[in-house]
């Protein structure tokens, strides 16, 4: 399993499309907190925070973590290295954790560089680390597990096709659902006394949870019970060879 863990980190960066994301992720992040003039810009707004990293980070990881993960069963499938995969000395789920581990330290990768925002905001406050610390960990904290739903989310939609654009296309899509789609849905106020459950089955609502720097244990739970439901929807995909 670690060896497959490797071979997906280093498959990832030794080719351009992986440096491309990564760049492309701090350069949106940074263009909107330095750059572009607004609300989002942290000198416009005037407070010391990087709220603007974690209201964007989540648009932008929309796109480029479907684009990480397209590949990942996809590609073994169109190139035919699927059964072969898939022959080795390792169960499905082995093979699917794999893959999804190292999605979720290609994610941290980008996140990593983010740090310099933090440590610049620290700097500038009129009074030096003038802060909230508590909250930013628990954003950064919020990210990283919003990131790893979406891989959750891509690798499943990769194991479904062989196609990769077919397969960015159903992760973008379901990332979105996911996300923000469950939120409209329940502000609608179809449902009733079941609109605040329509809500929480969005990621939206347990990551706005974290970000507020009280990391809740239903919240947590929620991701990881997420995360779970995905792969082994990623597994039964793969088992169905079987049938």
Known sequence: MYSLFVKEIRSFLSSLIGYIVIVVFLLAISLFMWIIRGSTNVLDVGYANIDTLFSIGPWVFLF???AITMRSFADEKKSGTIELLLTRPLTDMQIILAKYFAGII????SILPTLIHYYSVWRLGEVQGNIDSGGT?????????LGSSFVAIGIFCSSITDNQIVSFILSLALCFVFYTGF??????????????FIQSIGINEHYNSISRGVVDTRDVVYFISFNILFLLFTRTVLESRKW
């Open 106 to 109: 290609l994610v941290a990768i």
């Open 137 to 145: 960990w628990g954003s950064y904290i919020g990210l990283l597990f």
């Open 64 to 66: 480029l973590i479907p």
């Open 183 to 196: 939120e409209q849905l329940s502000s609608l106020s179809l449902f009733g006394k079941a609109d605040t």
